[in-house]
């Protein structure tokens, strides 16, 4: 069974990451019977009976944009599941999840908001408004040189907005230790609800006793999203330290969270509705889940077994590519290699996400070695005297190997990669099986 999204308007990007689509069919007279529904009649009548099979499938998908923060607001038609090939009907389709919601508000009591702070706090009650339900449980928090939290974790709205009220001007900002302390907060939770930590500040920093690195690691633990509804002093950068928001937005990016730039308390409704459904949507793919707690940025492969159900196991993590990452490359014409040496060195990922998750055709992968077939394949190490190097129509040679070069004793005896590829996978078996005639080692 497969997928498919079609296409987007222009101005998103997607990946897949968690809708729920429901399909349903139905089968009479099948030997395996998930549903059935008899008649009775007394002993000297005949039995009859009737057999119904209903095979209820429910699928869980995520999406998420180029900046890994969940996609709200997608309808049922943008969906489409094949089975063999067949169109299914989907019977449910359900884009927010029933998930319970953590969530840690922050407001910045500094010395440099003062002016602001009756803004802040607004905007903290309209949060409290737009976002809040019954299920929910909220916490408050204030920072200016220090973190003081006002209100423990309540899902009573009134207690919440209560200790907004108890809010005091402070001195400097301890931007660093608000981020550290929300996120531990949210860390000793209760399991099973979703956690984001809300910041409403200028994105100064000023008197943190903790650094930058130690409080996006306790974001990435606490598997938190972060927002930040930035109130800047000044609308220009001009003689503006910048740190703390350039902070918030990796940390923001890395989490899968997002910063917010209102102009003024009529905005921030539209912007609490936005965060309010990417909260509700269904949790993001396990992959980026499973880096992001681990704090991995950079290339990395993410092994699943994979059972008959369709159920996915976590295997292992490499924290490199994989032998086989030229498969990927050939189905998304992504260059991980160098893209991993990109992000190394801090650039941010420009690639096309539909490009990146949207396979095209099907690739295969051969390793060749130096081997000895009748030696029972031991390495066989030596000289090359000739090499033929295999070509074709979506053929790929990975190969450190030359006429006149040495297959060495020291290391793997793999010398090539060949990679053969197809618009569906018995093309790209067919061009990998005819490669023998075409090259020679």
């Not at 396979?359 to 060749?368: D, M």
Request: charged content about 25%.
């Amino acid at each position: 069974m497969r997928a498919h999204m079609p296409s987007y308007p222009a101005r998103k990007k997607f990946r897949p990451a968690a809708v729920c689509l429901l399909l349903a069919g139905a089968v009479l007279g099948s030997d395996a019977v998930s549903g059935q529904a008899q008649r009775q009649a007394p002993a000297t009548d005949q039995r009859s009976s009737i057999r119904v099979e209903v095979n209820l499938v429910t699928l869980l998908a995520s999406v998420l944009d180029r900046n890994n923060r969940p996609v709200p607001d997608l309808q049922a038609g943008q969906f489409e599941i094949f089975e063999e090939g067949k169109l299914q009907k989907i019977e449910m389709f359900e884009t927010e999840t029933q998930q319970p919601l953590d969530l840690v508000l922050m407001v910045d009591s500094s010395l440099s908001e003062t002016a602001k702070l009756r803004f802040e706090i607004e905007a903290a009650g309209r949060f409290v408004r737009r976002v809040m339900r019954p299920d929910d449980r909220m916490a408050v928090y204030e920072f200016g040189d220090a973190v003081s939290q006002l209100g423990n974790f309540s899902n009573q709205p009134d207690r919440v907005r209560a200790a907004l009220q108890r809010i005091e001007p402070g001195t400097g900002t301890a931007l660093y230790d608000a981020v550290l302390l929300g996120s531990q907060a949210l860390e000793r939770g209760a399991p099973g609800r979703r956690r984001a930590l809300l910041l409403i500040t200028d994105a100064g920093e000023t008197t943190s006793r903790a650094d930058f690195e130690s409080a996006r690691r306790a974001a990435l633990r606490a598997e938190a999203l972060l927002y930040a509804i930035v109130v800047r002093p000044v609308n220009t950068e001009s003689g503006r330290n910048t740190a703390g928001e350039h902070a918030l937005e990796t940390i923001a990016d890395t989490t899968g969270g997002a910063l917010f730039f209102p102009m003024q308390i009529t905005q921030l409704d539209e912007m609490f509705d936005r965060i309010d459904r990417e909260l509700r949507t269904r949790i993001a793919s396990d992959a980026a889940a499973i880096a992001r707690s681990v704090g991995y940025t950079n290339a990395g492969t993410i092994e699943f077994l994979l059972d008959e159900s369709g159920h996915s196991y976590f295997l292992e993590m490499n924290t490199r590519l994989q032998v086989e990452h030229p498969i990927t490359e050939m189905v998304t014409g992504v260059d991980l290699v160098q893209w991993q040496i990109r992000i190394a060195r801090g650039e941010r990922l420009t690639i096309d996400a539909d490009a990146a998750i949207s396979p095209r055709g099907h690739a295969i992968e051969c390793r060749v070695y130096a081997e000895d077939a009748d030696a029972g394949f031991l390495p066989s190490p030596g000289h090359i005297d000739a090499l033929r190097v295999p070509s074709g129509p979506g053929i790929r040679d990975d190969s450190g190997a030359e006429a006149g070069g040495d297959v060495p004793i020291f290391y793997d005896p793999l010398i090539s990669k060949l990679v053969a590829w197809g618009a569906d996978r018995p093309e790209a078996i067919a061009r990998m099986r005819h490669l023998p005639a075409k090259g020679e080692r």
